[in-house]
């Protein structure tokens, strides 16, 4: 990028956020200018950009803000892709090589994984745009590192997989490419050019996760505003993903409804009363939401609000802790849960986590892990994540083992030929989250009950 420069991009339904940086020669980074704005009605929903020319005047402005802040040109970025319909799922493959006296190189690793993609059928309508390594075999040796400088005739690996709709893809692409470069003196001259699209949880680990975690185990997950993405990591490899379809928007809904309030003072009372749990509140602690345009004020019963948001975030950990249950590694998360994005925000969501997932690890990912320099304060709120990770992807490898050109490679359609049902006894999820499997159960017309042989 521009004179190493890195521009990040977080498209949310809450919020659109750039950040750039730059790395000195010992990888180290610094933070040059951040620039963030709320996002509008009718841009983006559920992750996905549903109006593109309103997105990309948006970004626009806050590209134009983030040049001037930094005085810098910015040509490229890097983008998050998200969305409810983003799958995962675990495929193999193996090459045999031409000579067993020589040792495996880059370039076989690379061919690997362009096999594994060519021969692999996401849904239809889907384009892959992410293959991690879990583990390699030589031979009939497994190997969880790198297998480059060993001998073997055969070569294997099994990689994780990651694809999303191609509407919403190109949507993206198109939304971005909308936008001129920020070129001093000269703002309108090319379009923009996006160099790499990240799914979030996946830019959130590089914020978060440190070597030790993605080993010993640990969920990432990033509780935003419409949706709740879980990524799963054990022995370096990515093991599972799922979107969720609720998050802070819910809690802040339930608020709305129940006490007949506007949005933004839903949102306050959110995090004002999630700072204190709910046994610390009496029936007698109100707090008055003024009126605005003639209507009355109100009086809120604070630990009213107090269950509500404790009874939401219970159940959004309990559709959580369902992921990690059917991804098969229950148990095996040593290092636990990661809450990153806006919610974890919430004080007491660390103590309904512990106990909703049976005294897991618990932490609020701090987005400074990886951060060198920086003179913006909050970059450490765990709702920054996404967009830091994303800047630190331009400057470290997403995965130790691999280049890079392995994980994101070339994007290929799906296969017409629709994906093979999985037996709901071994895990009906099929890397595809519990909330993906059920969407496809329902949008296919099946009879759950039969497929599953309850009785009526």
């Known amino acids: 990028m521009n004179k190493g420069i890195i521009v990040g991009i977080d498209i949310g339904s809450t919020k659109i956020c750039a950040v750039a ?8 980074v610094t933070i040059l200018a951040m620039v963030e704005e709320p996002t509008k009605n009718g841009r983006v929903t559920k992750g996905s950009v549903v109006n593109l020319d309103l997105t990309a005047n948006d970004i626009d402005n806050i590209l134009n803000r983030l040049s001037d802040s930094a005085n810098i040109n910015i040509e490229n970025v890097i983008v998050n892709i998200s969305g409810e319909n983003v799958e995962g799922k675990s495929h193999q493959n193996f090459l045999t090589r031409n000579d067993s006296r020589t040792t495996i190189t880059e370039v076989e690793i690379i061919q690997l994984a362009i096999d594994i993609r060519k021969s692999y059928s996401p849904t239809v309508g889907n384009i892959i745009i992410h293959t991690f390594p879990q583990e390699f075999v030589v031979d009939r040796d497994a190997v969880p590192e790198n297998p480059i400088g060993r001998f073997g005739i055969k070569l294997g690996g099994n990689f994780f997989l990651i694809s999303t709709p191609s509407e919403p893809y190109t949507a993206l692409q198109s939304t971005i490419t909308r936008v001129g470069a920020k070129v001093q003196d000269n703002r309108k001259k090319t379009p923009l050019k996006v160099v790499k699209t990240l799914f979030s949880p996946i830019a959130d680990s590089l914020a978060v996760l440190s070597e ?3 080993k010993t185990g640990v969920a990432v997950v990033n509780i935003g505003g419409e949706t709740t993405e879980v990524a799963i990591f054990h022995e370096y490899g990515l093991r599972h993903i799922s979107v969720i379809p609720f998050a802070g928007k819910s809690i802040t809904n339930d608020l709305v409804k129940a006490f007949q309030i506007l949005p933004t003072d839903a949102e306050n009372l959110k995090i004002i009363i999630g700072a204190v749990p709910t046994h610390e509140l009496s029936d007698f602690d109100i707090i008055k939401i003024n009126g605005v ?28 802790m369902a992921e990690i249950i059917h991804s098969g590694y229950e148990g095996q998360l040593i290092s636990g849960i990661i809450l990153t994005g806006g919610t974890a925000n919430i004080q007491m969501i660390q103590e309904v986590f512990y106990h909703v997932s049976n005294k897991m690890n618990i932490r609020v990912g701090r987005t400074l892990r990886n951060i060198k320099n920086t003179e913006i304060a909050n970059i450490k709120n765990p709702k ?49 989250g519990l909330w ?21």
């Open 21 to 28: 940086g730059i790395a000195n020669d010992n990888g180290e």
């Open 436 to 456: 993906g499997w059920l969407k496809q159960q329902m949008n296919s017309g099946k009879d759950l009950g039969d497929e599953w042989g309850l009785e009526r």
């Open 212 to 214: 030790n975690d993605k």
């Open 293 to 320: 345009d003639g209507l009355p004020d109100k009086d809120v019963v604070a630990k009213d609000v107090s269950i509500i948001i404790e009874e939401r975030l219970k159940e959004i950990a309990a559709m959580v």
């Open 384 to 432: 920054y994540s996404t967009v830091v990770g994303l800047l630190l992807s331009g400057f470290v490898k997403l995965d130790e083992r691999v280049s890079d050109d392995v994980i994101f490679g070339d994007t290929y359609k799906s296969d017409p030929i629709p994906p093979i049902p999985t037996d709901p006894g071994s895990g009906p999820v099929g890397g595809i």
